[in-house]
T-cell receptor, first 114, second 115 residues
Framework: DQQVKQNSPSLSVQEGRISILNCDYT??????FLWYKKYPAEGPTFLIS???IKDKNEDGRFTVFLNKSAKHLSLHIVPSQPGDSAVYFCAAVPRLDSNYQLIWGAGTKLIIKP | DTGVSQDPRHKITKRGQNVTFRCDPISEHNRLYWYRQTLGQGPEFLTYFQNEAQLEKSRLLSDRFSAERPKGSFSTLEIQRTEQGDSAMYLC?????????????FGPGTRLTVL
């Protein structure tokens, strides 16, 4: 069973516009959510996170929104830049007192068009 | 370089051979994780160490897989009698304890190809 779902395998956005990446989850016990970015031939790089007690976290061009009732989170990147082209993974932490094992989505490939 | 390093970056082996991968975490991180990633999927958790203690193993980790972290620093992941289904990217990550430990720092991965 896939507890974290990223239903869009790819997304193409014009440079300068807003990129919105979506993630849905099924487990209401998830305590913490993270977004990672991955370039080819590199490991994932942490981007931004959000606790389940919040509904928004912002860091520069990146904002993550959490809608707990809908079990949905999204990552907004504005303005989008060519260097943002990468695969973006949504990940969740089941419990804060656990081993912090991350449950991952399948990823969304973001392509920023010049 | 203070990031997570993994060696080798690529490994090609024949079915039935044994392989061993190494991970060097960020020096002050006491938590170390191994994940496996196949094409088009997110990483799947394999196992987790806190210092030298292996605290959790996924059911994905068959008895052909063994991981060690003998002194609480670097870790090795060994696969015995490799099968073609073992072909994947093997990722290592490390983190600190506490809330900040949610942010796991990943190495570049070891890509294994079993022929």
């Amino acid at each position: 069973d896939q507890q974290v779902k990223q239903n869009s395998p790819s997304l193409s956005v014009q440079e300068g516009r807003i990129s919105i990446l979506n993630c849905d989850y099924t487990n209401s016990m998830f305590d913490y959510f993270l977004w990672y970015k991955k370039y080819p031939a590199e490991g994932p790089t942490f981007l931004i996170s959000i606790s389940s007690i919040k509904d928004k976290n912002e860091d520069g061009r990146f904002t993550v929104f959490l809608n707990k009732s809908a079990k949905h989170l999204s990552l907004h990147i504005v303005p989008s830049q060519p260097g943002d082209s990468a695969v973006y993974f949504c990940a969740a932490v089941p419990r804060l007192d656990s081993n912090y094992q991350l449950i991952w989505g399948a990823g969304t490939k973001l392509i920023i068009k010049p | 370089d203070t990031g997570v390093s993994q060696d080798p970056r690529h490994k090609i082996t024949k079915r039935g051979q044994n392989v061993t991968f190494r991970c060097d975490p960020i020096s002050e991180h006491n938590r170390l994780y191994w994940y496996r990633q196949t094409l088009g999927q997110g990483p799947e958790f394999l196992t987790y160490f806190q210092n030298e203690a292996q605290l959790e193993k996924s059911r994905l980790l068959s008895d052909r897989f063994s991981a060690e972290r003998p002194k609480g620093s670097f870790s090795t992941l060994e696969i015995q009698r490799t099968e073609q289904g073992d072909s994947a990217m093997y990722l290592c990550a490390s983190s600190t304890t506490g809330l900040a430990g949610n942010e796991q720092f990943f190495g570049p991965g070891t890509r294994l190809t079993v022929l």
